[in-house]
């Protein structure tokens, strides 16, 4: 069994990634978690494919998360935004539901670490990840501060690691 360290060496070098913000108010030029999250990807030697920013509907933004999924070129698609409890919040929705495998352990742990920079309020958070195909997706909330915990605390980290266990062959 090779170990954790080995998986990683074996890892991709660049994974590429398509940013999704998730937002019925936010453009280009007032995307500030969306920006972190390219300008973090691209700082780690990862490839941005897309960028876009979509009106909190769960149709639409499940339709582009498939679309994208199944297209080949993608590797991983990080959400931001739309996974609180407000009415308007639907991408939990939207994502959970489309995915072949979940990633609990991303969820539990981005609540933890929340939970020990804010308090109580990181029960609200609604953050998922998985696989839908051969394609990783993350949904995280939109605020900068949650971002920025879950790109440099989870994801940075662990990003290719995740693209190589979701792409490696099974032993024959």
Same mark, same amino acid.
């Not at 007032?30 to 030697?45: A, M, W, Y």
């Not at 739309?82 to 994502?95: C, F, K, M, P, Q």
């Not at 609990?104 to 990840?129: H, W």
């Not at 990003?159 to 024959?172: C, F, G, R, S």
């Given at each position: 069994?090779?170990?954790?360290?080995?998986?990683?060496?074996?890892?991709?070098?660049?994974?590429?990634?398509?940013?999704?913000?998730?937002?019925?108010?936010?453009?280009p030029?007032?995307?500030?978690?969306?920006?972190?999250?390219?300008?973090?990807?691209?700082?780690?030697?990862?490839?941005?494919?897309?960028?876009?920013?979509?009106?909190?509907?769960?149709?639409? @933004?499940?339709?582009?998360?498939l %679309?994208? !999924?199944?297209?080949? &070129?993608?590797?991983? /698609? $990080? +959400?931001?935004?739309?996974?609180?409890?407000?009415?308007?919040?639907?991408?939990?929705?939207?994502?959970?539901?489309?995915?072949?495998?979940?990633?609990?352990?991303?969820?539990?742990?981005?609540?933890?670490?929340?939970?020990?920079?804010?308090?109580?309020?990181?029960?609200?958070?609604?953050?998922?990840?998985?696989v839908?195909?051969?394609?990783?997706? @993350?949904?995280?909330?939109?605020? %900068?501060? !949650?971002?920025?915990? &879950?790109?440099?605390? /989870? $994801? +940075?980290?662990?990003?290719?690691?995740?693209?190589?266990?979701?792409?490696?062959?099974?032993?024959?």
């Open positions: 069994m090779k170990s954790y360290e080995e998986h990683k060496k074996q890892a991709p070098t660049s994974v590429r990634c398509m940013v999704i913000t998730i937002s019925d108010t936010r453009t030029e007032t995307d500030t978690s969306g920006r972190f999250i390219v300008n973090s990807l691209k700082e780690h030697g990862h490839t941005l494919t897309d960028y876009q920013i979509l009106k909190d509907e769960p149709d639409d @933004i499940r339709y582009v998360v %679309e994208a !999924a199944r297209s080949g &070129a993608i590797d991983a /698609i $990080l +959400l931001n935004g739309g996974t609180g409890i407000s009415l308007r919040d639907g991408t939990y929705e939207a994502i959970s539901g489309i995915l072949d495998k979940r990633l609990d352990g991303f969820g539990e742990i981005f609540r933890m670490l929340s939970f020990q920079e804010i308090g109580p309020p990181a029960i609200l958070s609604r953050a998922v990840a998985g839908v195909g051969g394609t990783v997706v @993350i949904s995280m909330p939109g605020s %900068e501060g !949650a971002v920025r915990l &879950a790109m440099e605390r /989870i $994801l +940075l980290p662990e990003l290719a690691h995740m693209v190589y266990e979701i792409t490696k062959q099974k032993p024959k």
